[in-house]
């Protein structure tokens, strides 16, 4: 997670062959997102401080 220029952003990546990370997209400040690694979670940066 950083701090862009609207609020919380966070950076998903996966990584692959335990070698390299790749991005695979970013979520803005507004937009909460689910991921399942490394356990199922939801995360909502609209509820995080500005």
Known sequence: MERGDF???VHRYE???EV???LLGTVG???PVE???P???RLDPS???R
Request: without cysteine.
């Open 7 to 9: 609020g919380p952003v």
């Open 15 to 17: 990584l692959v062959k």
């Open 20 to 22: 390299h990370y790749n």
């Open 29 to 31: 400040p507004d937009d």
């Open 35 to 37: 991921v399942t690694e």
């Open 39 to 41: 356990w199922p979670m």
């Open 47 to 49: 509820a995080w401080p």
